[in-house]
């Protein structure tokens, strides 16, 4: 049985590395997914904004100051007329503009206004930077001026580590990729087999059906760990996940295998169905999408609507996803138990169907 797992085994990774179009099938996506995520954390990170300073003397110099420090938002010292420039050409969301009264006002024991001029035809631009301004002007020293004492915060998190937004999507997106490989790449190789003709010859040989099975399996869990292993390194290596013990990497590693698992028996069933690259191909792209989306992979599955989160949860992709974010992201994973529970109970259907299915479809 094993010399018939490994004989699969090697054929069908062969056939995975000498086909550009398995490989663009498998990458295509998570790749299309990524450059999104890339482009969107720049759109909706620190948002840039033109400061400019009309006051005179240190009061006003403290507050251009501090207001050019503070992180939530990009801001750059302008001229009054280069900030309306850049503002008419859309480079910068809004113009924060120090007056040239603030020093006197504020010496007068009034309090100061700082002007923001903002363009308001999307709502979220203008909400974000009416959050930050607060907490920005807060933290301008106003000498002489009793500060507000109002309600004080006290802040409990749910997670030991804060995740990042790039870090956080970026295990939306190695999930992906795992998915689609698996899918893919035994897929791919179980459509060959009718499309070469071979199919009957090999389940009507002297070799167990499971063991059959299993290489093709096996195949797909080794092209994808292969590149789940080069993301998840660049991505270790970029900073995304922060650091991350060796034992956690190794517990992720294992998470990653079984879900390729899962993804390759999915792709196994699915080639039994359509025995097509044409069919297959854009099949395992929606599938995999879906099944993205539904795991949470841009929306936290909390949030989304009570029936859509109860088909989330029996997704098998959603619980490699809490396993990851836990073990890269926050330091631990306190649901490891049960996602791996699932995701063996998923890889053993999916394995106990494969053979019924290879079988079932030699008489359509």
Do not use: C
Request: hydrophobic residues 55%; aromatic residues 8%.
């Amino acid at each position: 049985m094993l010399r018939v797992i490994l004989s699969v085994l090697r054929k069908d990774l062969g056939l995975f590395w000498r086909s550009p179009a398995v490989v663009a099938v498998t990458l295509l996506p998570p790749i299309i997914l990524l450059l999104t995520l890339l482009m969107e954390s720049a759109a909706v990170g620190s948002l840039p904004v033109a400061l400019v300073s009309q006051g005179k003397g240190a009061p006003a110099v403290r507050a251009t100051r501090t207001l050019a420090a503070y992180p939530g938002f990009r801001a750059a010292s302008l001229s009054p007329g280069a900030a309306q420039t850049a503002f008419d050409r859309l480079e910068v969301a809004g113009v924060l503009t120090v007056p040239k009264n603030y020093a006197s006002t504020l010496a007068a024991g009034a309090r100061p206004t700082v002007q923001l001029t903002v363009r308001n035809f999307n709502a979220d631009f203008t909400d974000d930077l009416l959050r930050d301004l607060p907490d920005a002007l807060g933290r301008v020293p106003t000498p002489g001026l009793t500060r507000h004492k109002g309600v004080a915060i006290a802040e409990r998190d749910l997670q030991g580590k804060d995740a990042g937004f790039l870090g956080f999507q970026m295990v939306a997106v190695l999930v992906l990729l795992l998915l689609q490989a698996g899918i893919v790449n035994a897929g791919m190789a179980a459509v060959h087999e009718w499309q070469s003709g071979t199919v009957k010859e090999l389940l009507l040989a002297p070799a167990p059906a499971m063991a059959i099975l299993v290489g093709k399996v096996l195949a797909g869990v080794v092209a994808a760990d292969l590149v789940g292993v080069v993301l998840g390194g660049l991505s270790l290596w970029a900073g995304f996940f922060g650091s991350v013990t060796p034992g956690n990497l190794l517990l992720a590693f294992l998470v990653m295998t079984l879900l390729s698992a899962v993804g390759s028996g999915i792709g196994v069933g699915l080639a039994s169905a359509m025995r097509s690259f044409e069919r297959l191909g854009p099949a395992s792209m929606l599938l995999s999408f879906y099944l993205f989306f539904l795991a949470g992979g841009i929306a936290a599955v909390g949030f989304l609507p009570g029936w859509l989160r109860t088909i989330a949860e029996v997704v098998p992709n959603f619980y490699g996803m809490d396993a990851l974010r836990g073990l890269l992201l926050y330091g631990a994973a306190p649901n490891l138990g049960q996602d791996v529970l699932v995701l063996g109970v998923w890889l053993a259907l999916v394995l106990a169907a494969g053979p019924r299915l290879l079988h079932r479809s030699l008489t359509r």
